[in-house]
């Protein structure tokens, strides 16, 4: 839906990807998690998209209880619009996944369109010393594991999280996932305006090829009509930035954060999400374009408002 030119940026701060012996910066407690949170939106973030950790050792947690303490600092000192993850991580299950965005009632939930191979292991030939013990088999286990969303998962987040209003950040990370939400979209489980988030970079779904980033915009445009989504991208890695700056001049909106990549250049970590959404807005400003506040999202996106949420 192209009658707004702001670009929406999306900050996702911490993920279920990378582990804490990857980076120092990455947020792990709840506090470390707000205040990565809001210093994105200062930045000039719209949305966050938010996971949440074990305190201790870093590892992904998917229980309400751990998102309650960043959720509620986040709406006492902004007014970024929050996105809870459903995807949590590929070890857990759907049940599990949802219950802190059907607990919160959050204006926009994450739903992952399709089972698929999810490596991370390849991450070990540049990783070898972890802090922790869960850290090293949980990124091997992406070797012979999956990523589970099949048909009935889908459904079932989208009618679990139903009566709440909650929107959808609807994660596509290959072709046949666009088909899969055009199926939903034809049953009217899912309704316009979409907002629909092409994944480039992880082993297993579509590559990082600027010709792959054409390709799914083309596809979402044929098959969901260009009138009835909008569109918005992530690159995994070194890409971030590359495809951000790609899907921007093509009209769309993009997501950056530690989540999706560590770095801010090549072999220079990111020292903060802020940082990568300064970036993120140099590019999109440079272009001549401007980025949309979180009320302008709100209204690009028909979000119920952060008055109406569970936390």
Known sequence: MAKSRKVIITCAVTGSIHTPSM????????????????????????????????????????????????????????????????????????????????????????LNMGTMNFGLYPMLGRFKDFKHDWEQPYLEGTRKGFFKNTFADIEYILTTCAENNTRFEIECYDIGHLYTLKHFLDRGVVKPPLFVQSVFGILGGIGTHPEDVIHMKRTADRL?????????????????????????????????????????????????????????????????????????????????????VGF
């Open 224 to 308: 969901l009509g260009a009138e009835n989504y909008h569109w918005s991208v992530l690159g995994a890695g070194r890409f971030q930035l590359p495809i951000a700056a790609q899907a921007a001049a093509m009209g769309g909106n993009v997501r950056v954060g530690l989540e999706d990549s560590i770095w801010l250049g090549a072999g220079k970590l990111a020292e903060s999400n802020a940082a990568q959404v300064t970036m993120a807005r140099k590019i999109i400003e440079g272009l001549g374009l401007e980025i949309a506040d979180p009320d302008e999202a709100r209204e690009i996106l028909s979000l119920k408002g952060g008055d109406k």
């Open 23 to 110: 980076s120092p910066h990455l947020p792990v407690t709840a506090e470390q998690i707000a205040d990565a949170a809001i210093g994105a939106a200062e930045a000039g973030a719209a949305i966050v998209h938010l996971h949440a950790r074990n305190p201790q050792d870093g590892r992904p947690d998917q229980t309400p209880e751990a998102f309650a303490p960043f959720l509620k600092v986040i709406k006492q000192r902004s007014n970024v619009v929050v996105n809870i993850t459903t995807g949590g991580a590929p070890t857990m299950a759907v049940e599990e996944r949802v219950r802190p965005a059907a607990t919160y009632k959050p204006e926009v939930a994450s």
